[in-house]
């Protein structure tokens, strides 16, 4: 479990700004987040993140003029009391402090940018881990951490579904436990326990996709969840009602154990900003129809046809999560957009690396068992997908060998001839002119003896 405590902050240092504004510049005021005590009282919480309230106890004169629960609000007092407090022994000075309201209204509040950019916000989260560029982990864990309040978009939250492409080529799950110990280190305690701000659950097993479903019954929230997905049937969503998953495909990003965040503080400044972020981009409209029709274009594929339950709202819940990763109003944003092609373009590489499985699990680290010299690896299943998605994006029957080599990575690029003429002594593909042109073989679509 994590160490990060919201409630045991003390400094301000380690308070978002708009939380800074109100626990410390406007100690004196009445204004907070409305708790019922009962039909004609109520308490003011200082901010939704932090369990400490206004030193009074607020009374109405009737139920019918209660502010409503949770609503940030500031108060108008008629009259302020403050009663002793008095034991069986002495007097110590203290005292009940009550407001008498004259009258409420909501407050607005208003929203500081962080101590922090949205790229140290995106360091932060991978600080335990090298080479995330290439994997794009950081941009996926980030809209992790910002997806989840609810808006008149409906319910937010999303769902993660990751695995590591193993040294043999294979998706395994051993991904799992560094993922665990990477969120404990970057989300408070706090949100891991059922709440109605945020809540994150890391799913270990299959039975555990459950719990997804308790989250039915909250009325504001739905769960983060992260989970490992070794197939086409794990992608899909099975329970609850989360509409995009993020794709987490770890090919060459490394994890460095760590116990510790230099400055957590300054990352959950930046959560808690983002989640009290409302974007306003309704008229949008076409940077939203180029997410729309990011998603069509993945939903294609049959496998993925549960994996994206397109609603009314899906499209702009997805923008909004990209809104606050990066803070801002414009979907059309260079940002936004660069972040957009990145999400669905990891998505495009799930396609190719689970299309022609139905358990990947059972992979048995050879490619052509009959062929004992051949070892199929993590480099060749990598070579494979880009040579398919190549074949796809051009619909060429043949491929060039010097366009395949600038999509791979420079590990992969230096080798590429000799894997080459591994995957062409194996039969999964065929050359022509010294390999300078390829293409797959009739029958091999990626298909190993799974």
């Not at 208003?110 to 995106?122: A, H, S, V």
């Not at 080798?415 to 062409?424: E, F, K, Q, R, T």
């Amino acid at each position: 479990m994590s160490k990060l405590d919201l409630n045991k902050r003390e400094f301000g240092a380690w308070f978002a700004p708009f939380e800074h504004d109100l626990i410390f510049a406007k100690k004196q005021e009445h204004i907070g987040w409305v708790v019922h005590t009962d039909d004609k009282s109520f308490k003011l919480q200082l901010t939704p993140f932090f369990e400490q309230y206004r030193d009074y106890l607020y009374i109405v004169p009737e139920p019918k003029l209660l502010p409503p629960q949770k609503m940030c609000v500031e108060i108008k007092p008629l009259k302020i009391i403050r009663e002793p407090v008095i034991n069986n022994k002495s007097l110590y000075g203290e005292y009940k402090n009550y407001c008498i309201v004259d009258s409420f209204k909501e407050y607005k509040i208003t929203i500081q940018k962080p101590n922090l950019g949205y790229k140290d916000f995106l360091y932060h989260c991978t600080a335990n881990w090298r080479n995330v560029e290439d994997d794009d982990l950081d941009i996926m864990l980030g809209l992790q951490l910002v997806s989840c309040p609810s808006a008149f978009y409906g319910k937010g939250g999303v769902g993660t579904i990751a695995s590591k492409l193993s040294s043999y080529g294979k998706l395994s799950n051993k991904i799992v436990p560094q993922l665990n110990n990477t969120y404990n280190n970057i989300i408070p305690t706090n949100f891991q326990k059922m709440n109605d701000k945020y809540f994150f659950s890391m799913i270990k097993t299959p039975l555990e996709i459950n719990i997804i479903k308790t989250m039915q019954r909250q009325s504001s929230c739905e769960i983060n969840y992260c989970k490992p997905c070794l197939s086409a049937k794990n992608a899909k969503i099975t329970a609850g009602n989360v509409p995009i998953q993020i794709p987490v495909l770890i090919k060459n990003a490394e994890y460095v154990p760590s116990n510790n965040l230099a400055e957590p503080y300054l990352l959950m400044q930046y959560q808690l900003t983002s989640l009290m972020y409302n974007p306003d981009f309704e008229d949008s409209n076409s940077a939203l129809k180029t997410i729309d029709d990011n998603i069509k274009k993945v939903i294609e594929e049959r496998m993925l046809e549960n994996v994206f339950e397109i609603d009314a709202n899906t499209i702009n819940k997805l923008a909004m999560s990209f809104c606050r990763l990066y803070l801002t109003d414009d979907v059309s944003s260079k940002e936004i957009s660069n972040a957009t092609d990145t999400f669905f373009a990891n998505w495009n590489d799930w396609k190719h690396y689970l299309k022609e499985s139905e358990e990947i699990t059972d992979f048995r680290s050879s490619a052509h068992p009959s062929d004992a010299a051949f070892k199929f690896s993590h480099d060749h299943q990598r070579f494979l997908v880009e040579l398919q998605k190549l074949q796809d994006e051009t619909n060429e029957k043949w491929v060039d060998r010097k366009a395949l080599e600038e999509r791979l990575d420079k590990k992969v690029k230096i080798m590429a001839y000799d894997i080459a003429v591994d995957l062409n002594n194996a039969g999964y593909i065929i050359q022509q002119n010294n390999f300078s042109k390829l293409r797959k073989s009739n029958g091999c679509a990626l298909k190993t003896r799974w």
